[in-house]
């Protein structure tokens, strides 16, 4: 985990001679995360997300391109794209041993990838992005299945 939260700090440091170009929040939701953003250009960006789901350590790495959306006076972002992600488990389960009832612990690694469509909106004279997104993923290790991402979150622009 330190290992992780390291990383994260030192692409942040590392980002931040960009003024303008990063931002970094949190996003609620599945999974909540600590979110890192870095925009490549005007039309897209790099999406980091370091965070925790229902069982353990939630690990993600998007592409996204950005594209204006205008709704009367109110200009939004619309971005989608993908990535992928990993997740680090543990669970603990009650279970019967034939005699009596023991705990049993259980880890597991989930790689899969992931799409997400969102907007966001950015607050007249201050640097923060409100933002919603969602969208499905396929886990393919250690087995196939269908999952999913969804929340809002806020990001301060450095």
Known sequence: MKKYLTI??????????SAGNLSAGIFLG???????????????????YIGWDWAGLYLAGDFVIKKDLVLENITLKLYYGGGAFL???????WEWAGTSY??????????????KVG?????????IELFIEIGPGITFVP????????????????
Not at 8 to 16: H, P, Q
Not at 30 to 48: C, K, Q
Not at 146 to 157: F, L, N, P, S, W
Request: overall charge negative; charged content about 10%; proline content about 4%.
């Open 119 to 127: 907007v966001s909106y950015f607050l007249p004279d201050m640097p």
């Open 30 to 48: 599945y999974p909540n995360a600590l979110v890192l953003r870095m925009d490549m250009s005007e039309a897209s960006a790099v999406d980091g």
């Open 102 to 115: 023991q705990w049993v612990s259980e880890s597991t690694i989930h790689v899969g990838v992931r799409a």
């Open 8 to 17: 994260f700090a030192v692409i942040l440091f590392a980002a931040s001679a």
């Open 87 to 93: 997740t680090l488990h543990s669970i603990r389960t």
């Open 143 to 158: 087995g196939f299945h269908i999952t999913g991402i969804g929340g809002v979150g806020a990001r301060y622009i450095f």
